[in-house]
Structures are given as structure tokens and as C-alpha cells.
């Protein structure tokens, strides 16, 4: 079956990195354009990015625009989203999706705070 498990998450103060991973397994993920969304507290889910199969077209949330870079590595069957430049807002669960699919994993909590 289709799994989905993130990790990378962290707690760390405003300004600062993290990379969040998305292990992929039970489907073929390099045929697979995929999505990073974010549930903040209190909120609904909210998109942040996606990729292409091939990983060469990208699109970002503005919100996250020049702070967030989403690549993946299809021999590794694995997708990433590197974060920079932190703020509070970005504090939420970070779930990685196949494109235009619900997230099913368990997701990975960033927060970011001083």
C-alpha cells in the first residue's frame, strides 16, 4: 500500500534551516508529481509546494516564496523541502502528498519560536 513518511522536523528559531524528508514506498514516485501542505494550529490544510515527476518544474505558495526550494530523488524515492529563512507562521504539521491526493502520513511537526 501507498506509504508516506515525513521527517526532518524541529523546533528552531526564527531565521533558521530545516530540510523535512518524505520517504515513499507501495507506488511508483518517479511517475508521481507530489505536494508539501502544512496544517497550522486551528487551521485547515494549507498547500505550500509541488514538483513535477521529473523534478524540473516547481511551483511555490507566496507565502513561502524564496524561502522554500522542494526537490526530489527518484532513485531514492524520496522527496524533500528545504526550509530557510523561518518565521513563527510557519509553525505547523508538514505532510507530503502525491499531487491532488490527501496527505496520509502522520506528518512532521515544525515549530518555529524563541
Known amino acids: 500500500q501507498v506509504q508516506l513518511v515525513e521527517s526532518g522536523g524541529g523546533l528552531v528559531q526564527p531565521g533558521g534551516s530545516l530540510r523535512l524528508s518524505c520517504a515513499a514506498s507501495g507506488f511508483p514516485f518517479s511517475l508521481y508529481a507530489m505536494s508539501w501542505v502544512r496544517q497550522a494550529p486551528g487551521k485547515g490544510l494549507e498547500w505550500v509546494s509541488d514538483i513535477n515527476s521529473g523534478g524540473y518544474n516547481t511551483r511555490y505558495a507566496d507565502s513561502v516564496k524564496g524561502r522554500f526550494t522542494i526537490s526530489r530523488d527518484n532513485a531514492k524515492n524520496t522527496l524533500y523541502l528545504q526550509m530557510n529563512s523561518l518565521k513563527p507562521e510557519d509553525t505547523a504539521v508538514y505532510y507530503c502528498?502525491?499531487?491532488?491526493?490527501?496527505?496520509g502520513g502522520q506528518g512532521t511537526q515544525v515549530t518555529v519560536s524563541s
Open positions: 502528498a502525491r499531487k491532488g491526493m490527501p496527505p
